[in-house]
C-alpha cells in the first residue's frame, strides 16, 4: 500500500516540533509569524478561525494569543494528538482540506499556514 502525506505526518507528528527549535525553524517562525500578524491586523473584528493543517499547533497556539478562538483541522490524527498536548481546551477535527466540513460562515477566518504546498 503506498504511502499517504497523512501517514507521512502522521509517523513524525512526534519528532516535527524538533524542526522548529532548529535555526532554520526559527527563522520561518519568525518570518511566518510576523506575516501572519501583519494579515490578521486587517481583520480586527474576528474571532474565530480555522487553522487548517495544523500539525502539531506550533501556529495555532500563536493564533490562541492573539485572542483569536482557533479550531484545529488536520487530517493526520498524531499531529492532532501533539497539538492537544501543548493546547489542551483547543476544538479539534480530523478531516482533509480537500473537502472542508464545516458550513460557510461557521468561522471567521480560515488560516493555511505550511499547508497549501501539500494540497
Known amino acids: 500500500m503506498p504511502t499517504t502525506i497523512r501517514d507521512l505526518f502522521d509517523r513524525e507528528a512526534g519528532h516535527y516540533e524538533e524542526w522548529y527549535a ?3 525553524g526559527r527563522r520561518v ?3 511566518e509569524g510576523a506575516l501572519l500578524d501583519r494579515l490578521l ?3 480586527p473584528q ?3 478561525i480555522l487553522d487548517v493543517g495544523c500539525g502539531t499547533g506550533h501556529f495555532t497556539a500563536r ?5 483569536l478562538s482557533p479550531l484545529a483541522l488536520d487530517c493526520a490524527p498524531g499531529m492532532l494528538d501533539q497539538l492537544r498536548r501543548r493546547l489542551p481546551g483547543c476544538p479539534t477535527l480530523r478531516a482533509d482540506a480537500h473537502a472542508l466540513p464545516l458550513p460557510d460562515g461557521a468561522v471567521d477566518l480560515v488560516a493555511f499556514m505550511t499547508t497549501l504546498e501539500f494540497l
Open 63 to 67: 493564533l490562541a494569543a492573539r485572542g
Open 41 to 43: 491586523a486587517a481583520f
Open 22 to 24: 532548529t535555526a532554520r
Open 29 to 31: 517562525t519568525r518570518g
Open 46 to 48: 474576528a474571532r474565530t
